[in-house]
């Protein structure tokens, strides 16, 4: 049996556009619904214990310190995938959630925060 990587594949690390504090937003999503849960931030170690042990890992910027999703609340995402973006500044995880997404104990973190009224749109068509 392989163990897996201790550091991020550096090609994986070379195509990822940090910001001041070395971070990348990761987007989450519910992989059959589709659903927008949450956005956190990973550093390199996050992202690759994301990638090698099959559970989100994020780093959380106010207590500078790496979480793993559901160790303390049960409410775990089992990673489905990980994609990059065109720009290497953030990543859209799919993922199984079990049980709530937000820390309020809402599914998703942004039913808490609620629809902000946006003026809706029309389609142009020419």
């Known amino acids: 049996m392989t163990s897996p990587p201790t ?11 940090r910001d001041s504090a070395g971070l990348v937003a990761a987007i989450i999503q519910q992989v059959d619904t589709r659903e927008v849960l949450m956005l956190g931030w990973m550093d390199d170690e996050a992202l690759r214990r994301t ?51 937000c820390h309020t104990g809402e599914r998703t973190c942004f039913l808490t925060g609620g629809d902000l009224g946006a003026v809706v749109g029309e389609n142009q068509v020419s």
């Open 7 to 17: 550091t991020l594949d550096p090609t994986i690390a070379a195509r990822l556009k």
């Open 51 to 101: 990638l090698t042990e099959g559970r989100v890992t994020f780093f959380s910027r106010s207590r500078q310190e790496y979480w793993r999703k559901g160790d303390t609340s049960g409410h775990i995402q089992v990673v489905k995938s990980v994609a990059i973006d065109c720009d290497g500044d953030a990543l859209l995880v799919e993922v199984d959630q079990v049980g709530s997404a």
